[in-house]
């Protein structure tokens, strides 16, 4: 290998441009030439493909979003568009690539590798967490404390008022965000799409009356299909319930911004410099991930589609915090 191509795909995350500095860094060191390539997968398609040096990545581990922009390509989803994408690949002589994204990201990247002879290396990018082989994801922990500062915010309107509010919080198909968001900002109960236990919690939760000694409660709703998100719950409890004071917010599209914390940008740093250090050892076709502190390779077949566990004792320290 000689020339790496970069790009970060799908929904963005904060400490993206941590990571793409340190792969284009770790390359340089390494001796390899370094391209960024614009919009995703897209980028390659279209052949918006540019060298980078290493001032082109200075000053920007501290910027949330990512300067290599992202995208969903279509195209690419198709055997034609790949195609196109190779011959793109080759044309600029990148003979291996990092692919910065989520779940959708890195399954395009290893259906790309087995239809080509091209390594490719992922790395985690996404605020959902909801990656399997790595204990967190670039972005998921700056998520975290952004909806930590969020709630802290409602809960001081929502004890002037003595309200219920109900705060919808993104995360796809994981509850790894509504459910920490909740531990750490002590809210009453989280609504999650792994353990619909939950939901007969919040009945439990609301009959009793919210406890007397509460002047305010906030129950955290993670967005899915199988939750039926903040809007659902709200309806529900002020058709039953018409004596409670019920509000909603939807978090929204502020979960994916803002400056990436130390944690989020140690993260995107390791795992940046381990895919160089990946692609230098021939590995291919692997997810980096870190484990119990310990860097990981992670076969894409493992990483992608395979639920990720939300720990149970979560749960339950929700629940006896929360009385
Ligand atoms: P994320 O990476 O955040 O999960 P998406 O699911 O939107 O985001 O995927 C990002 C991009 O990855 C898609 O727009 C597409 O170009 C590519 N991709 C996703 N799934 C596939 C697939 N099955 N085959 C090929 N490319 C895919």
Do not use: W
């Not at 290998?1 to 790009?7: D, M, P, R, T, Y």
């Not at 995208?71 to 291996?96: H, L, W």
């Not at 409660?217 to 058709?239: C, D, P, Q, W, Y």
């Amino acid at each position: 290998v000689k020339c790496i191509g970069i790009l970060t795909s799908g929904g963005d995350a904060p400490g993206m441009n941590a990571a793409i500095r340190a792969v284009t860094r770790a390359a340089i060191y390494n001796g390899l030439q370094v391209k960024g390539i614009y919009r995703g997968y897209r980028g390659l398609v279209t052949g918006e493909i540019k060298e980078f040096k290493s001032q082109n990545v200075s000053n920007i581990i501290q910027l949330g979003g990512t300067i290599l922009k992202t995208a969903r390509c279509q195209e690419f989803t198709t055997p034609e568009g790949r195609q196109i994408a190779y011959d793109n690949m080759k044309k600029e002589g990148i003979d291996a690539l990092v692919i910065i994204g989520g779940d959708g990201s890195l399954t395009g990247a290893r259906i790309f590798a087995q239809e080509f002879d091209v390594p490719c290396i992922g790395l985690p990018g996404t605020i959902d967490n909801d990656l399997y082989g790595t204990d967190t994801t670039i972005g998921y922990d700056t998520a975290l404390n952004t909806i930590l500062d969020a709630v802290d915010k409602i809960r001081d309107t929502a004890t002037s008022h003595e309200r219920l509010f109900f705060v919808e919080v993104m995360g796809r198909d994981a509850g790894f965000l509504a459910l920490n968001g909740a531990i750490a900002s002590g809210a009453e109960a989280a609504i999650i799409p792994e353990f619909s236990t939950e939901v007969d919690q919040l009945e439990e939760f609301i009959k009793n009356g919210f406890r007397k000694s509460k002047n305010s409660s906030i129950v955290i709703v993670a967005e899915s299909e199988l939750t039926g998100g903040a809007m659902h719950f709200a309806e529900r409890v002020k058709n039953e319930y018409p004596q409670y004071d019920v509000r909603v917010t939807i978090l929204g599209h502020l979960q994916r911004g803002g400056s990436p914390t130390a944690h989020d940008r140690i993260l995107a740093s390791r795992l940046g410099a381990a895919a160089i250090d990946a692609i230098m050892e021939g590995q291919r076709n692997v997810m980096i991930g870190i484990e119990h502190d310990e860097v990981v390779y992670v076969p894409f077949t493992k990483a992608i589609k395979n639920d990720k566990p939300i720990k149970k004792d979560l749960v339950n320290v929700l629940r006896e915090l929360s009385i």
